[in-house]
């Protein structure tokens, strides 16, 4: 059976065994979608162990009230946190108090001793997106430096009829937030950060007009999504460069999207003013730095939110965790 779904990963466009981890999840997670064939659920989860991604662990996660699935989603669970004890946060923590009496014998205790060892004061991964609404989200008011210069009130009330938009311009969808809108409208995190690892899937509507969304680091432009095809705006460079910088790195070092309409996932980390970003699990961005975009004399902000860009089509995003540093 692991035989047969391996030859249907070229879903994500190229031989199964060339896939990195990433894109065995994306492909995998497909699959799973897909059938509602029991062994070929747990055959799916079973290579998703092997992949070892931390979007493989959540997804296994979120199977464990599946009385049908949950006892192959522990034991998934279990064997990437087994070779990833990098993964520990608070809800790895609970997700593997939660497994442990699922498990037996020599896994039952080391999978206790995992927890025993672990660091309990490790916040870890956060999710962002709980897959159900939009808490924890606002909708955009102006750049940071406008909004700096605002008084309370006037943020409050720029805030409100922002948040207004949102809820027009933003669902959530079969568990996955989607753009509807028509103009330019980000989803922005209620919450500042400083230095962080941030994990998203993303992907574009094939049948939107000029596909192209982003993510914005500390409240500035962005880490570029686009439609490759669209080579009169100079989108063949590929995805995940830092598009608005014009003294350092702008482009990708390699074209590594999905096929348009399929999904991709990004890795994004920040250290200071500094930016290296994953895509599909190849390096894309080598710590390059992120130019202030707003006032180009200026460092990138220190703390400010993380956006989610549209960009008139319609698109779509996923497991998006975030991990302060």
Known sequence: MASLLLMALPFAGVRGELLTPENQVISLRHIFEQ????????????LMANAGTYQALTFATSLLEDK???????????????????????????????????LKGKQKKEAKAWLASANQNEEGFVQLFNGKDLEGWKGLVENPIKRGKMSSDELAEAQKKADELMKKDWIVENGEL???????????????????????????DPNGKEP???????????????????????????????????????????VE???LGEWNTFRILMKGENVTVWLNGTKVVDNVVLENYWDRKLPIFPREQIEM??????????NIYVKEL
């Open 212 to 254: 192209d969304a982003g993510v914005y680091l500390r409240g500035a432009p962005q880490v570029q999504i686009w439609d490759i095809r669209r080579t009169d705006v100079g989108a063949q460079v590929g995805s995940g460069g830092l598009y608005n910088n014009k003294q350092n790195p702008s482009t990708p070092t390699s």
């Open 309 to 318: 860009q549209a960009h008139g089509s319609r698109c779509y995003f996923r």
């Open 35 to 46: 059938t509602e064939d029991q062994q070929q659920r747990e055959a799916t989860l079973k």
């Open 68 to 102: 049908d699935i949950a006892q192959t989603a522990a034991q998934t669970i279990w064997t990437i946190l087994a070779a990833h004890p990098e993964y520990n946060g608070t809800a790895t923590r609970q997700t593997l108090t939660a497994i442990i009496p699922m």
């Open 178 to 204: 989607v753009y509807i809108g028509h103009g330019w409208d980000n989803l922005c995190t209620v919450k500042q950060y400083g230095d962080f690892e941030l994990l998203v899937d993303w992907r574009l």
């Open 257 to 259: 999207d999905n096929k």
